[in-house]
């Protein structure tokens, strides 16, 4: 049931900060400011060299977010590839180490073959799936759900978000483990991420100005997306969100990968969106935003007060978010993106919870 709204792409966007806040009611024991993992591991965090994840789409590009914050925060190297190319690489994964494997539907043919490699490895297998009846969550050594009820829209939204909230929990308890991570470090991340269902609260109230930018959006024919850190993942997230509903062509790509290319692309008919928080690499990201401003390129920012005043540089549009810790950021910065991928293809007239040529769930390879 779509209940007010048009479309379920805009029910489950409008969801997230009740379904992130039932994900976090699950993992954190928030009197405590401790993650509270709800199933012993069969593993020990303290005695892995790595982690390799792999998944598909938009659970993959949650997995490339959750590499930055293991390798951060616990200190854990991570190694990630899609399910399509690790399925067949023959990889070599060590006995006793561990496989951590995203998806919705827990159903992806490329990931549950990915899952049944790591297994035939002798790997611990950990899946963080939304639906705990599926294929993948009955075959892995552990199961850690997203709580976000049944996604309908084909465009993955607030599994995504949850995904996120799940590893980045997993994550914390992974820094404990290794002793990376001290109490007091663990209770100010557990109190960011406890603000973060308001800040997407918050963050939903730009709704209006996105409408009306996906307006300028609608008329390109390629758009770029740029971020570093972490919101180089969400770039990639932005890019493919946009072009699976609106058809039209977007790229995602690391800031600093610029001028390795794609700044040929650059003229004022290539809105260039730009990911970027105020945190340890938004003055790197600026000067990449100057290197576009002079090529008349013409730039939407998604960030903050703090970064919207220190550029300096004329934009297309600012869409400024709350304050939010550096790590929890890609949460928050989930809900700007969906929604001008959401309003450039509704003001495009395009079916956007049944996209051309798209599967909700791609069983077969
Ligand atoms: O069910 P899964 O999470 O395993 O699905 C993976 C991808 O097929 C999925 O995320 C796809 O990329 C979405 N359409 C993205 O919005």
């Known amino acids: 049931d779509k209940g007010e709204y048009r479309h379920y792409m805009a029910k489950e966007i409008h969801e997230q900060p009740e379904v992130v806040g039932r994900t976090l009611a699950h993992y954190v024991d928030m009197a405590a400011g401790r993650v509270m993992l709800p199933e012993a591991l069969p593993f020990d965090f303290a005695r892995l060299t790595r982690v390799y994840i792999t998944a598909c789409g938009t659970a993959f590009y949650a997995g490339l977010v959750a590499r930055y914050w293991f390798e951060q925060i616990a200190r854990l190297p991570v190694e990630i590839d899609v399910a399509s190319e690790a399925r067949y690489r023959e990889a070599p994964l060590e006995r006793d180490g561990l496989t951590l494997v995203i998806s919705q539907s827990g159903e992806t043919a490329d990931t549950l073959a990915s899952l049944r490699y790591a297994k035939s490895q002798g790997q611990h297998t950990l899946s963080v799936v939304n639906v705990p009846t599926s294929t993948i969550a ?29 590893l980045l929990c997993l994550a914390i308890a992974a820094g404990r483990a290794r002793g990376t991570l001290d109490a007091a470090g663990e209770r100010r991340l557990i109190d960011a991420l406890i603000r973060a269902p308001g800040l997407m609260a918050e963050a939903l109230t730009h709704e209006g100005a ?24 969400m770039a990639l997230e932005g890019a493919l969100k946009l072009k699976e509903i609106s058809y039209i062509h977007a790229e995602g790509y690391a800031a600093g990968e610029l001028k390795h290319g794609p700044i040929a692309l650059i003229d004022e008919s290539v809105p260039v969106i730009v990911i970027a928080p105020h945190d340890a690499v938004f003055e790197k990201t600026v000067s990449n935003m100057q290197e576009v401003a002079a090529r008349g390129g013409r730039i939407v920012l998604i960030g903050d007060a703090k970064g919207a005043a220190e550029h300096g540089l004329e934009t297309l549009a600012t869409f400024t978010m709350p304050a939010v810790d550096a790590m929890v950021a890609p949460i928050v910065y989930a809900v700007p993106i969906q929604l001008l991928a959401y309003h450039t293809a509704v003001f495009m007239g395009k079916d956007v919870d049944q ?6 769930s791609v069983t077969v390879e």
């Not at 390629?222 to 919101?231: A, M």
């Not at 996209?355 to 909700?360: C, F, G, I, S, T």
């Open 210 to 233: 996105i409408e009306i930018l996906a307006r300028e959006v609608a008329k390109a024919r390629d758009v770029l997306y740029l971020g570093r850190g972490t919101s180089y993942p």
């Open 355 to 360: 996209p051309r040529n798209l599967a909700k």
């Open 138 to 166: 009955r075959e892995s050594s552990v199961v850690m759900p997203t709580l976000a009820g049944p996604e309908i829209g084909v465009a993955s939204t607030k599994a995504f978000s949850c995904q996120l909230t799940v």
